[in-house]
């Protein structure tokens, strides 16, 4: 009887520690701002190694769009800890409304993608940078590779 007490007694603490986790994870939805229209898309791969940047412009709205629904809905938090992405494998899209006059302006949206499939979001929305960056629950390397072949990217 006692060996019975004790397993219910860990099996009610997991649960606890599990509820405690889900609620405090802060695990939220990425939505996008429909009303503004972001008409291009600048792709870097290869942050912080200045030497090798492999850059691509994309002067598409409907890419844009899209790959903004495709990114729409994953399951991030808040990260914790400092996130490196200065990586060669690490991408940066950055989505800009194609006015020329923010060019060296803060960019409108961003998110980074390491080359494992964690997806990096410095903004909440268009315009709406985030003090700490949300990181995906879980690697979409998948989606990464989707990604790149929507927007044609060979690098």
Do not use: C
Not at 91 to 96: E, T
Request: hydrophobic letters at 40%; proline letters at 3%; glycine letters at 6%.
């Amino acid at each position: 009887m006692r060996k019975k007490s004790v397993v219910v007694f860990i099996i009610s603490l997991l649960l606890i520690v599990f509820l405690i986790d889900w609620y405090t994870g802060k695990k939220v939805s990425i939505s996008m701002n429909k009303d503004v229209q972001l008409q291009e898309i600048v792709i870097q791969k290869g942050i912080g190694n200045l030497s090798d940047i492999k850059n691509r412009t994309v002067k598409n709205p409907q890419k844009a769009e899209e790959i903004l629904s495709m990114v729409e809905g994953l399951k991030v938090k808040e990260a914790k800890e400092k996130v490196r992405i200065e990586s060669p494998d690490t991408y940066m899209f950055s989505f800009h409304t194609g006015d020329d006059s923010e060019r060296g302006e803060m960019v409108p949206y961003s998110f980074f993608v390491l080359g494992d499939g964690t997806f990096i979001f410095t903004h909440e929305d268009v315009d709406k940078p985030l003090e700490n960056p949300l990181v995906t629950t879980s690697k979409h390397k998948e989606l990464l590779d989707e990604i790149r072949q929507h927007v044609g990217l060979n690098f």
